[in-house]
């Protein structure tokens, strides 16, 4: 979601699926940057399990994505990995409420990191999901700390079976983000510190204006 639906502007190359039509407009009038919205079980994106994230095991993971929500009235799918059965996933999602969390759900228990205040405000905010390991992780909202747990969550591993989904959940229809615009979307098998989740989000937070 950097400037487009579809591309991976890293080295690695996980082009996304755009399933129907997801709508592209500028984050804000007379920005550069441009935003994703139109988000349905039939409009969405996706991408095939793939050995760059299906087999984290007990290892480090980090999610991250712009947000700009209004009018929420059910759970909402913004980035993130699963299987079929959602017995295993990663992932950051609105609640019904308004609330933001990230969802560690491994091969013993799941952790579900959830802010206590609301986002639900029509402005851009930016959530970070990190994961050091199978018992620290961490929810940042706009480059702060906001939530933790400790459980320990076990291996967050299938190798294969793992679909990444933006817009919705990963089984590409279910929890859709229809009142919210999306933007640079970010996953990765490594673990920032506070202060990169910080320093990520002052380098990013210029393009929303």
Same mark, same amino acid.
């Given at each position: 979601?950097?400037?487009?639906?579809?591309?991976?502007?890293?080295?690695?190359? !996980?082009?996304?699926?755009?399933?129907?039509?997801?709508?592209?407009?500028?984050?804000?009038?007379?920005?550069?940057?441009?935003?994703?919205?139109?988000?349905?079980?039939? !409009?969405?994106?996706?991408?095939?399990?793939?050995?760059?994230?299906?087999?984290?095991?007990?290892?480090?993971?980090?999610?991250?994505?712009?947000?700009?929500?209004?009018?929420?009235?059910?759970?909402?799918?913004?980035?993130?990995?699963? !299987?079929?059965?959602?017995?295993?996933?990663? #992932?950051?999602?609105?609640?019904?409420?308004?609330?933001?969390?990230?969802?560690?759900?491994?091969?013993?228990?799941?952790?579900?990191?959830?802010?206590?205040?609301?986002?639900?405000?029509?402005?851009?905010?930016?959530?970070?999901?990190?994961?050091?390991?199978?018992?620290?992780?961490? #929810?940042?909202?706009?480059?702060?700390?906001?939530?933790?747990? /400790?459980?320990?969550?076990?291996? #967050?591993?299938?190798?294969? !079976?793992?679909? #990444?989904?933006? /817009?919705?959940n990963a089984n590409g229809s279910t929890s859709p983000a229809t009142s919210t615009k999306l933007a640079l979307g970010h996953i990765s098998t490594t673990a920032p510190t506070a202060t990169q989740v910080r320093q990520m989000y002052d380098a990013e937070k210029g393009m929303f204006i």
């Open positions: 979601l950097a400037n487009s639906k579809t591309a991976d502007r890293s080295f690695r190359s !996980n082009t996304l699926t755009e399933n129907g039509t997801v709508t592209e407009a500028a984050v804000e009038s007379g920005a550069e940057l441009l935003g994703y919205s139109g988000f349905s079980a039939s !409009n969405n994106l996706t991408r095939a399990s793939d050995a760059d994230w299906d087999v984290i095991t007990t290892g480090s993971a980090h999610l991250s994505i712009w947000f700009n929500s209004s009018s929420v009235s059910a759970t909402e799918g913004y980035i993130g990995f699963a !299987n079929a059965g959602g017995t295993i996933e990663f #992932l950051i999602e609105m609640a019904s409420d308004g609330r933001v969390l990230g969802r560690d759900d491994g091969a013993t228990a799941q952790s579900q990191p959830i802010t206590i205040e609301t986002y639900s405000d029509g402005a851009w905010h930016k959530a970070d999901f990190v994961r050091t390991s199978s018992t620290v992780r961490a #929810l940042y909202i706009d480059g702060v700390f906001v939530s933790t747990n /400790g459980v320990d969550t076990g291996s #967050l591993s299938s190798s294969g !079976n793992l679909p #990444l989904a933006i /817009g919705v």
